[in-house]
């Protein structure tokens, strides 16, 4: 099997043992909702799972003002305002799902939070198919009050699959586990159910 080197695509700026925050190198440039990441090396790093994309000025007292009044493009707007790029910033909002050390995968909370300025990377398809090979992950993930988590929770399962030898057999194992642990709450279960059909 090929090894794919992991893109690094941002820096942690703020760290629990639950949840991280982390600054995009690029304006705009962020994985995908529901991305699984890594923030660490591969043999002691924190695994999580991509929740929130936000982009705001570096100031938080100080609002963005449309600038694209005479533009014909948004590109124009950065071309003729370049310290735009320098003003704003993109944010990603990680919910921890699970941790390795020496290497090996644990799908439970991290004894330790990833260090400030701890790199960020984009996992490649063998360490998503290696992390998604169980869904003792999932609860952690399903526990998090916010209204992205179910939409993070169908793309990530959604865009795991193609990851394993068997995709169609790796969402249904998937959805027997979400049937599982959200049995008492059909609603959600079902939405769910959708998101993840092939």
Same mark, same amino acid.
Do not use: W
């Given at each position: 099997?090929?090894?794919?080197? $992991?893109?690094?695509?941002? @820096?942690?700026?703020?760290?629990?043992?639950?949840?991280?925050?982390?600054? #995009?190198?690029?304006?705009?440039?962020?994985? $995908?909702? !529901?991305?699984?990441?890594?923030?660490?090396?591969?043999?002691? !790093?924190?695994?999580?799972?991509?929740?929130?994309?936000?982009?705001? !000025?570096?100031? $938080?007292?100080?609002?963005?003002?449309?600038?694209?009044?005479?533009?014909?493009? @948004?590109?124009?707007?950065?071309? @003729?305002?370049?310290?735009?790029?320098?003003?704003?910033?993109?944010?990603?909002?990680?919910?921890?799902?699970?941790?390795?050390?020496? !290497?090996?995968?644990?799908?439970?909370?991290?004894?330790?939070?990833?260090?400030?300025?701890?790199?960020?990377?984009? #996992?490649?398809? @063998?360490?998503?198919?290696?992390?998604?090979?169980?869904?003792?992950?999932?609860?952690?993930?399903?526990?998090?009050?916010?209204?992205?988590?179910?939409?993070?929770?169908?793309?990530?399962?959604?865009?795991?699959?193609?990851?394993?030898?068997?995709? $169609?057999?790796?969402?249904?194992?998937?959805?027997?586990?979400?049937?599982?642990?959200? /049995? /008492?709450?059909?609603?959600?279960?079902?939405?769910?159910?959708?998101?993840?059909?092939?």
């Amino acid at each position: 099997m090929t090894t794919t080197t $992991p893109d690094r695509i941002a @820096e942690v700026i703020e760290a629990s043992t639950t949840r991280l925050v982390a600054q #995009c190198y690029r304006l705009y440039e962020a994985p $995908p909702l !529901g991305a699984l990441v890594r923030a660490g090396p591969h043999e002691d !790093g924190v695994y999580g799972v991509l929740t929130g994309i936000a982009t705001q !000025g570096l100031d $938080p007292g100080r609002k963005s003002i449309a600038r694209g009044v005479k533009a014909d493009t @948004e590109e124009q707007v950065y071309d @003729e305002h370049p310290q735009l790029a320098r003003l704003l910033r993109t944010t990603l909002d990680v919910v921890t799902v699970g941790h390795t050390n020496s !290497g090996s995968i644990f799908q439970h909370l991290p004894p330790y939070p990833p260090r400030i300025h701890a790199f960020l990377y984009t #996992c490649p398809p @063998e360490e998503v198919q290696a992390f998604t090979a169980s869904f003792d992950f999932l609860p952690l993930l399903l526990a998090v009050p916010s209204p992205a988590t179910d939409e993070a929770v169908a793309s990530l399962l959604r865009t795991a699959a193609p990851a394993h030898p068997d995709a $169609p057999a790796f969402l249904l194992a998937a959805g027997r586990e979400l049937a599982r642990l959200l /049995g /008492g709450n059909p609603p959600r279960l079902n939405t769910l159910l959708r998101r993840i059909a092939p």
